[in-house]
């Protein structure tokens, strides 16, 4: 089975310009997540979709950063405008939604950087 | 809200000794915990995760015992292997409907394994 697809892997940017992040979650998988990990701050939840609906977005990263889940197999996160802050790995996560026990497969996440 | 505390950012062991990470949480609700593992320039991975029958579980020579009277679910191995060397996370799910498999992650803790 294919696990969780990021894409691209790396990502240079500058500052202002519009980003899109690509993932492909675990078939079959109805939970979605976009963290952001800093060594800072370990990881930060950026947004959580079930069944492709918006369950929670990171309120902190709302005015620049939008996730969408236009179908079930393929989620974009998009920053805009970038910002030198916002450089850092981007990782995409899967789950079935069966309750609290599920575990999260991890994609291998998009190294950001923004100059 | 639900919270996970890692205390120790960077722990550096000699190969053989033995590995304790710490992880104690807040939740309102009766949670699960779970240990990841993230490998340098891997996908975070589940190490191990709470049984609901207090089992202890194990993995990989890991174990992590869930104490619900101190809060705690601190990871352990008795003797370090050069490949432990890795990131790991402690994480919370909360036993309550609406948050499916969303996990809250402790900030991680580095660990560095020397011979």
């Known amino acids: 089975d294919a696990g969780v697809t990021q894409t691209p892997r790396h990502e240079v940017a500058e500052k202002g310009q519009t980003i899109i992040l690509k993932c492909e979650p675990v078939?079959?998988?109805?939970?979605l997540f976009w963290y952001r990990q800093t060594k800072i701050q370990g990881l930060e939840l950026l947004s959580y979709?079930?069944?492709?609906?918006?369950?929670?977005d990171g309120g902190a990263f709302k005015d620049r950063f939008k996730a969408e889940m236009l179908n079930s197999s393929f989620s974009t996160l998009k920053i805009q405008p970038t910002e030198p802050k916002d450089s850092a790995v981007y990782l995409c996560?899967?789950?079935?939604?069966?309750?609290?026990?599920?575990?999260?497969?991890f994609g291998a996440g998009t190294r950001l950087s923004v100059l | 809200g639900d919270s996970v505390t890692q205390t120790e950012g960077l722990v550096t062991l000699t190969e053989g000794l033995p590995v304790m990470l710490n992880c104690t949480y807040q939740s309102t609700y009766s949670p699960f915990l779970f240990w990841y593992v993230q490998h340098l320039n891997e996908a975070p991975k589940l190490l191990l995760k709470s049984f609901t029958d207090n089992k202890r579980p194990e993995h990989q020579g890991f174990h992590a015992t869930l104490h619900k009277s101190s809060s705690s679910f601190h990871l352990q191995k008795s003797s370090a292997q050069l490949s432990d060397s890795a990131l790991y996370y402690c994480?919370?799910?909360?036993?309550?409907?609406?948050?499916?498999?969303?996990?809250?992650f402790g900030k991680g803790a580095k660990l560095t394994v020397s011979p």
């Open positions: 979709f079930r069944s492709k609906s918006l369950m929670e």
């Open positions: 996560a899967s789950s079935w939604d069966r309750g609290s026990q599920n575990t999260l497969y």
């Open positions: 994480a919370l799910s909360a036993m309550q409907q609406g948050t499916g498999s969303k996990l809250s």
């Open positions: 078939s079959g998988h109805n939970d």
